[in-house]
């Protein structure tokens, strides 16, 4: 079902051409056109939609008005301000936090697309939660009532299973077979840019299959493969069958780049520049298209090596990342004193951000010594519109998440 769109401007031919444009980037919408303000509340109640896009245009749409008229509907309707070079970033901050969801230049209609997309996936899961929850509250009353009002028996108090010895046991010797068979299986997600430059991006993951055909993800089997030893030679796995699949894309004419992660141990082992060499050589691939990533603890543990390590990969084009950066008194001397391409934002520096305005004006300022240091900044872990807002505002310069899209076994452009 298309969203259903509620487009308040003042020009009928205006809102015409924002569903004509929708439609041309791939986004079938329905909609309807709401002229001024003091018509909002009627058009609301008869048109029932979805989403509220408003363009700014006093006197007849005033944004200040238009916030508070927004917040007495009371609605869970989403609005999103299409903006102008009228509007400044201080007034879509000030806007978001009086209750607009999201903000799109008028003409990036591919951005709104993805923004309107987003939104309405977002809304109908609400929807959903709210309809969940209703009838698990009417089946409780229910049972209260054949229970003669008491409540059921009690929960389950026992703590939830870790991984003993036996589980990384097993574990190892999965690790073991799938090295030397087809046990393993990369994941993929999209890593996007907010600013837009032709090429697309990955995450590339480990997942590991088990008997029953279930898929199990790396935190689930590291500690066994660090515990076994495994964990060089799982990153070589990663990079060869990697570097296959990148190289039959990039003849199909996709302009794909890979973000690998990389182990403490790899990053010790002074062999993987030369077999890396030998193997980018053999498939005949730019070095370009990978960028290696690092946690930011395990660089700051080994920072003559990282030095090194990073120079020889620069000799064969490739990229460096720190991942998980910001979490450390030292992340800005880090990042200051050596040599790295993309910045990986710690989860826990936007975790929240929508509703902190001090994690947000922090943020910004941390984009803002990013951005001097000639780094690019990436923003992971979104799971919300809000987040994904307020990240496009401070400047950050990709984002990834499962509210983008999750990790695939294939390599779909993002929806």
């Known amino acids: 079902m298309p969203p259903k ?17 929708l439609r041309q980037v791939g986004l079938e919408a329905k909609g309807v056109h709401c002229p001024r303000l003091d018509e909002l509340l009627t058009m609301v109640t008869t048109a029932t939609p ?95 009532k054949i229970a003669g009002g008491v409540p059921g028996g009690k929960e389950d108090a026992r703590p939830p299973r870790t991984p003993d010895r036996d589980d990384e ?11 030397g068979g087809d046990y393993f299986q990369l994941f993929y997600q999209p890593i996007i840019g907010l600013k837009g430059d032709g090429q697309e991006r990955y995450n590339v993951f480990i997942r590991l299959r088990d008997d029953r055909q279930g898929v199990r993800e790396a935190k689930e089997f590291l500690a066994a493969a660090v515990q076994s030893g495994r964990m060089t030679a799982i990153d070589r796995w990663v990079i060869e069958h990697a570097i296959l699949v990148l190289a039959d894309q990039r003849h199909q004419g996709r302009k794909l780049n890979f973000f690998i992660n990389l182990a403490e141990e790899t990053l010790r082992e002074e062999a993987l520049v030369p077999w890396l060499g030998e193997l980018l050589a053999r498939r005949q691939l730019e070095g370009d298209w990978l960028t290696f990533q690092l946690l930011e603890e395990q660089v700051l543990a080994n920072v003559p090596r990282y030095g090194q390590f990073s120079q020889e990969l620069a000799a064969l ?19 200051a004193s050596l040599p790295v391409d993309f910045v990986k934002l710690d989860a826990q520096l936007t975790t929240g951000i929508a509703d902190d305005e001090r994690k947000e004006q922090q943020l910004g300022q941390l984009i803002d010594k990013i951005r001097a240091q000639g780094k690019a900044s990436i923003a992971t872990n979104i799971e919300d519109a809000g987040t994904l807002s307020i990240l496009w505002t401070a400047g950050v310069d990709y984002v ?16």
């Open 5 to 21: 769109l509620l487009i308040l401007v003042t020009r009928a031919d205006e809102a015409q051409g924002i569903l004509a444009g």
């Open 50 to 144: 979805d989403l509220l896009l408003c363009a700014p245009q006093p006197p007849l749409i005033d944004l200040a008005s238009t916030l508070e008229c927004h917040r007495k509907l009371a609605l869970d309707l989403p609005l999103i301000l299409l903006t102008d070079a009228a509007m400044d970033q201080a007034q879509i901050l000030q806007a978001r936090r009086a209750g607009a969801r999201d903000a799109c230049e008028k003409g990036n209609l591919p951005w709104l697309a993805l923004v309107i997309s987003r939104e309405f996936s977002d809304l109908q899961q609400r929807r959903l939660v709210g309809e969940l929850q209703r009838r698990v509250q009417s089946l409780q009353e229910i049972c209260d």
């Open 169 to 179: 046991r097993q574990f190892a010797q999965r690790i073991n077979r799938a090295l």
């Open 317 to 335: 084009g490739c990229h460096m990342a720190f991942n998980r950066y910001g979490g450390s008194p030292r992340s800005e001397k880090l990042l």
């Open 400 to 415: 990834q998440g499962n509210f983008l899209q999750r990790p695939s076994p294939h390599l779909e452009p993002i929806q």
